[in-house]
């Protein structure tokens, strides 16, 4: 699994990175929780769904925000977190000109990042979007949300109430021309402690379903 170093806009970017021979095989990004509460690329959950997307073909890249592992730089509140995204998936197009397809996956704050990065990159086709914490981050900039996409939450999760997802999924529902799916996990917990292979199957059933119907979308 080879390590990648980006040029982010604080420095050296620390990455993973799996590439797919196939010139048009999709990209994949992958976003961890927060950097100030051990969130990391090697997260239980970004490490998961990383090699669901690989062995679903796609070229994967998953990363350090600024100030985890060997990122250089600070925690910035989410704006640097979302500089650094962006220079992410900069790196990961200009290494796949062709990719058929472009996705993004966060979980917890990389989810919020995640949505972020999908409002300023109409390129993005789909993104996974794994307890998105819409008690504590204002989301009110998905209008309208640009791309079709799953959130996913568990029924036991104290960190992420599931009715604050639930609402937010009804506000985006209202949308024409999108889809948002929304999955809730009995027993799941906010990190999905022992329920990592549930979570794995159903952001597996949903990405096969798009790759599918792709020429749909």
């Given at each position: 699994?080879?390590?990648?170093i980006?040029?982010?806009?604080?420095?050296?970017?620390?990455?993973?990175?799996?590439?797919?021979?196939?010139a048009?095989a999709?990209?994949?990004?992958?976003?961890?929780?927060?950097?100030?509460?051990?969130g990391?690329?090697?997260n239980?959950?970004?490490?998961?769904?990383?090699?669901?997307?690989?062995?679903?073909?796609?070229?994967?890249?998953?990363?350090?925000?600024?100030?985890v592992?060997?990122?250089?730089?600070?925690?910035?509140?989410?704006e640097?977190?979302?500089?650094d995204?962006?220079?992410?998936?900069?790196?990961?197009?200009?290494?796949?000109?062709?990719?058929?397809?472009c996705?993004?996956a966060?979980?917890?704050?990389?989810?919020?990042?995640?949505?972020?990065?999908?409002?300023?990159?109409?390129?993005?086709?789909?993104f996974i979007s794994?307890?998105?914490?819409?008690?504590?981050y204002?989301?009110?900039?998905?209008?309208?949300?640009?791309?079709?996409?799953?959130?996913?939450?568990?029924?036991?999760?104290?960190?992420?109430?599931?009715?604050?997802?639930e609402?937010?999924?009804?506000?985006?529902?209202?949308?024409?021309?999108?889809?948002?799916?929304?999955?809730t996990?009995?027993?799941a917990?906010?990190?999905?402690?022992?329920k990592m292979?549930?979570?794995?199957?159903?952001?597996?059933?949903?990405?096969?379903?798009?790759?599918?119907?792709?020429?749909?979308?």
């Amino acid at each position: 699994m080879p390590e990648v170093i980006i040029n982010g806009p604080e420095g050296r970017i620390e990455g993973r990175y799996r590439h797919n021979n196939s010139a048009a095989a999709p990209i994949a990004l992958f976003l961890h929780p927060h950097p100030q509460h051990g969130g990391t690329m090697n997260n239980k959950v970004i490490y998961t769904l990383y090699y669901m997307f690989v062995r679903r073909g796609f070229s994967c890249l998953r990363f350090n925000f600024r100030g985890v592992g060997r990122s250089q730089g600070t925690f910035s509140r989410g704006e640097g977190e979302l500089s650094d995204a962006a220079a992410a998936l900069d790196w990961l197009q200009e290494y796949n000109e062709n990719a058929g397809q472009c996705w993004i996956a966060g979980f917890s704050f990389g989810a919020w990042i995640g949505m972020q990065l999908l409002m300023r990159r109409p390129e993005i086709a789909g993104f996974i979007s794994v307890a998105p914490p819409a008690n504590m981050y204002d989301f009110s900039f998905l209008a309208p949300c640009p791309s079709s996409g799953i959130m996913i939450t568990g029924n036991k999760d104290d960190i992420v109430p599931p009715d604050s997802v639930e609402k937010l999924v009804e506000k985006l529902r209202q949308q024409r021309g999108i889809r948002i799916d929304h999955t809730t996990i009995p027993g799941a917990n906010h990190f999905f402690t022992n329920k990592m292979e549930q979570l794995e199957k159903e952001v597996a059933s949903y990405v096969d379903e798009r790759l599918l119907n792709s020429t749909d979308d």
